[in-house]
C-alpha cells in the first residue's frame, strides 16, 4: 500500500482508503460500509466521509465548512440513516436559545413538582445544522456537553448518551447575520473538514441522480440502511485503542505542534490538545488502513483536519494570502520526519 500525502491531507486519507488491504475485521468492515451507503445519497465526498470515521472512532466531533449547495447537511443525514444510532437535529437560528439545545426544568401542575424535560442534545448523533447562526450564548451551550459528555442543568450534572458526536455545518462565506465561533468552542471539535464544490463529473451524477427521481428528504427510498451500531463502534476503538505509537512518532506530533506555535504567521499556535487530537485520529486512520501502528505519513494525512481551526493567523499574514492549511503544510515540509 502506497503511503498517503500530506498535500492536500483529505485527498490522501481517500487515497489511503482506496488501497487499503481486504478487511478481516467485522468491525472495521461494518464502518467500511458506512462509505457505500453514503454514496447513495452523497457523490464525490469520500474525504468527509472519511473523517466522520475517524471522529465516530475517537470520541470526537467534527465541523463541516462548505459553501451552500453541497451537500453538507445531507452528508450527515446519510451518515445517520447507515448508523443504529439515535439521531437529532437543531437549525441554529439567531433566536434559538440553550434551553432548546440542553432542556430545561419544567413544571408539571398535576405532581407540583418541576421535572427535567431532555433537549435534542440526548442522542447519540446531533446535527447542528449552520452552528454559526446562533449568538454565543446558545453556541457555548454545546461545550459542557462536547467536552464532558454531560449537560448541568439547575446544578445537577446529566450524562448523555455513549457514543455521542456534534456534526455540525457552517457557510464559510456568507458573514451577515453569524456568529463566528470562538477559539473555545473550535477547539472542542476534533476535525474541522472542508467540503468542496464537486468536479464536472460528479455534478454531471448528481443531476442525473436528481433527473432519476433521487430525493435527498427520502433517504429510505435511496435505499441507505444501517451497516453499523454501537456495538460496532466500541470494538473498532478497542481495537484502535491496540494501535501502538512509538516514541518517535510521539515526538514527531509534538514537534508539529511546537513548530506552529513559533510560526511567525501565527498568533496562536495549536495546543496540547491539538496534540493528543493529532495522535488520536493517526491511530484511527492508521487502524482504518490496516495496519496496527502508526507511521509519520499517518500523521502528516491527519494534520490538516485535526490542527487547521486550532490555529489563528496573524491579520497581516492574513492579507498577505497566508491561510492556516499554507501554514502547516510548512510546517510539515520543515519538521524533520523520526525514520
Not at 506552529?260 to 491511530?283: M, N
Amino acid at each position: 500500500m502506497s503511503a498517503p500525502t500530506p498535500e492536500p491531507a483529505e485527498a490522501a486519507v481517500t487515497a489511503g482508503t482506496q488501497t487499503a488491504p481486504a478487511f478481516s475485521d467485522s468491525s472495521r468492515a461494518s464502518l467500511e460500509a458506512l462509505r457505500s451507503e453514503i454514496a447513495k445519497a452523497v457523490v464525490g465526498q469520500d474525504p468527509a466521509v472519511t473523517g466522520l470515521v475517524v471522529a465516530l472512532l475517537c470520541r470526537g466531533h467534527v465541523l463541516l465548512e462548505g459553501v451552500p449547495g453541497v451537500a453538507k447537511t445531507l452528508l450527515v443525514r446519510a451518515l445517520a440513516a447507515s448508523l443504529e444510532l439515535d439521531t437529532k437535529r437543531v437549525q441554529f437560528t439567531p433566536d434559538l436559545m440553550p434551553s432548546d439545545v440542553t432542556g430545561s426544568l419544567v413544571y408539571d401542575a398535576r405532581t407540583a413538582e418541576f421535572s427535567f424535560q431532555p433537549g435534542p442534545v440526548f442522542t447519540n448523533l446531533l446535527i447542528a445544522d449552520e452552528i454559526n447562526r446562533t449568538p454565543p450564548k446558545t453556541q457555548s451551550s454545546l461545550l459542557e456537553a462536547m467536552e464532558e459528555r454531560q449537560v448541568t442543568v439547575d446544578g445537577s450534572p446529566r450524562a448523555l448518551p455513549d457514543p455521542f458526536l456534534v456534526a455540525a455545518t457552517q457557510n464559510p462565506v456568507e458573514y451577515e447575520g453569524t456568529y463566528p465561533l470562538p477559539e473555545a468552542q473550535l477547539d472542542r471539535f476534533l476535525l474541522k473538514l472542508t467540503v468542496p464544490l464537486p468536479t464536472r463529473e460528479d455534478e454531471i451524477n448528481v443531476l442525473t441522480r436528481h433527473a432519476d427521481g433521487f430525493n435527498p428528504r427520502d433517504l429510505k427510498a435511496a435505499g441507505i440502511r444501517p451497516v453499523a451500531g454501537p456495538a460496532d463502534l466500541e470494538a473498532a476503538r478497542a481495537a484502535v485503542a491496540k494501535t501502538s505509537v512509538s516514541p518517535e512518532i510521539a515526538a514527531y506530533v509534538v514537534d508539529i505542534c511546537r513548530a506552529t506555535r513559533e510560526s511567525p504567521s501565527l498568533t496562536l499556535g495549536a495546543s496540547p490538545r491539538g496534540a493528543t487530537a493529532l495522535l488520536s485520529t493517526a491511530r484511527a486512520w492508521a487502524w482504518l488502513t490496516g495496519r496496527d501502528y502508526v507511521t509519520p505519513d499517518d500523521v502528516k494525512a491527519l494534520a490538516l483536519p485535526t490542527l487547521r481551526h486550532r490555529i489563528q493567523l496573524r491579520p497581516e499574514a492574513e492579507m498577505e494570502g497566508v491561510t492556516p492549511d499554507s501554514v502547516i503544510t510548512a510546517v510539515l515540509a520543515h519538521v524533520p520526519v523520526p525514520r
